[in-house]
């Protein structure tokens, strides 16, 4: 039986991990639940899965969640001292971070330096955090195994070839909803046109990221660290139909590239099973119905949060948590309908603009660049 610590277990991926825990009883088990204040979601998990610790972000949810579970056998805990124990927890051998933000880091590491592999969900904890997560993943013999749809397609293309063999990673992008649109084109966009991904199902955030290719920025910038390339081996490629996942191509010319269905559960239990695979119900692909796969470049001009993530990474240090800081504030800002879409990306560019990097930053000052690029968005925006 493996036991899988499940942090944001009532988010997308959380729930769609528990969808492959349910399907897999007799061989994994959700020995812990964490998420951050949907208590109604956390106590339908808790009743069906029974784990032995639940945790709350916020502690007045906590505080009734405990209430409403006090006939079960299951302990309460809530903040950042919750999710550190839950990740630290003796009977957890897998820990999927699947919390959104950079509350992330710290029970990774947690998790980590406790022996415990990680199916790796949250992109802000390579992406503002790689330098420190690598190389102690690598001291304390953990694996760290990526959930997201593309690093997983990765992960499986360089499955038995030797990593010095690569010669470029290439990372595919659905362009999202608005692919082919300038600037002009989008500048009444409203939420609830953002929000239409053409063919994935995700959370808010990330939708509205995968719109204004920030996500795939991200994806950049976590894919170096993952696979321990440089920047200019990873290209982005423009795959409207979201069928090819990603690809490797080796310095023989050969490229590899793992095709599926639109499915996150594929990626999650290809994690939580690893190196094994095992039965996936679901919609196959098929070639004579698919008939085309187009690929493009990606357009930088008119969406300019790819090219100030490669900016960002290129800086290296801090500017990558400030470049994630401001888009995770201008994009809150968005949904609360208090900017508008275009000014997501010069948000984030004014924001790094103000920044002086810091070279290889611990976590507490990752926080606090995290916090300065709060502040500066803060003041201007104030309504």
């Not at 988010?11 to 897999?24: A, H, M, P, Y």
């Not at 590899?256 to 990626?267: N, R, S």
């Not at 500017?319 to 010069?346: C, H, Q, S």
Request: hydrophobic share 40%; glycine share 8%; with cysteine.
């Amino acid at each position: 039986m493996k036991r899988i610590a499940v942090l944001g277990s009532t988010g997308s991926i959380g729930t769609q991990t528990l969808e492959v825990i349910r399907s897999n009883a007799g061989e994994l088990q959700a020995t812990a639940l964490a998420a951050g204040k949907n208590i109604d979601k956390m106590e339908e998990q808790i009743r069906e899965f029974c784990p032995k610790i639940a945790g709350m972000w916020d502690e007045e949810a906590a505080r009734e969640l405990k209430t409403r579970v006090a006939d079960l056998d299951v302990r309460v805990v809530s903040g950042m001292e919750g999710l550190l124990e839950i990740a630290e927890m003796p009977e957890a051998d897998v820990v999927l971070t699947a919390v959104v933000g950079m509350i992330g880091i710290r029970p990774t590491i947690a998790a980590i330096k406790a022996g415990k592999d990680i199916a790796l969900a949250n992109k802000e904890t390579l992406v503002t955090a790689g330098h420190i997560i690598i190389p102690l993943a690598r001291e304390r013999g953990v694996k760290i195994l990526p959930v997201d749809s593309e690093h997983s397609a990765i992960f499986q293309s360089l499955n038995g070839e030797p990593r010095s063999r690569v010669e470029k990673i290439l990372l595919t992008a659905s362009g999202g909803p608005f692919r082919g649109r300038t600037r002009e084109e989008m500048r009444g966009i409203r939420v609830e046109d953002a929000l239409k991904h053409p063919n994935w199902a995700m959370g808010r955030k990330v939708t509205i990221d995968s719109s204004t290719m920030v996500n795939k920025g991200l994806e950049v910038m976590e894919a170096k660290w993952l696979f321990d390339v440089e920047l200019d081996q990873i290209q982005v490629v423009v795959h409207p139909q979201s069928v090819v996942h990603s690809m490797v191509q080796y310095e023989d010319g050969a490229v590899i590239a793992q095709l599926g269905t639109p499915d996150m559960k594929l990626p999650i239990q290809y994690a939580l099973f690893y190196p094994d695979r095992r039965y996936l119900g679901g919609k196959r692909l098929d070639f004579y119905e698919l008939g085309n796969l187009t690929f493009e470049k990606p357009d930088p001009e008119n969406f300019e949060g790819l090219a100030l993530a490669y900016r960002a990474a290129r800086a290296g240090g801090s500017m990558p948590t400030v470049f994630n800081a401001a888009n995770e504030r201008a994009v809150a800002l968005f949904l609360d309908g208090k900017i508008g879409y275009l000014e997501i990306p010069e948000l984030i560019r004014g924001a790094m603009d103000a920044h002086t990097v810091q070279e290889d930053p611990t976590v507490d000052q990752i926080l606090e660049a995290e916090q300065s690029a709060y502040e500066w968005i803060a003041s201007k925006t104030r309504q």
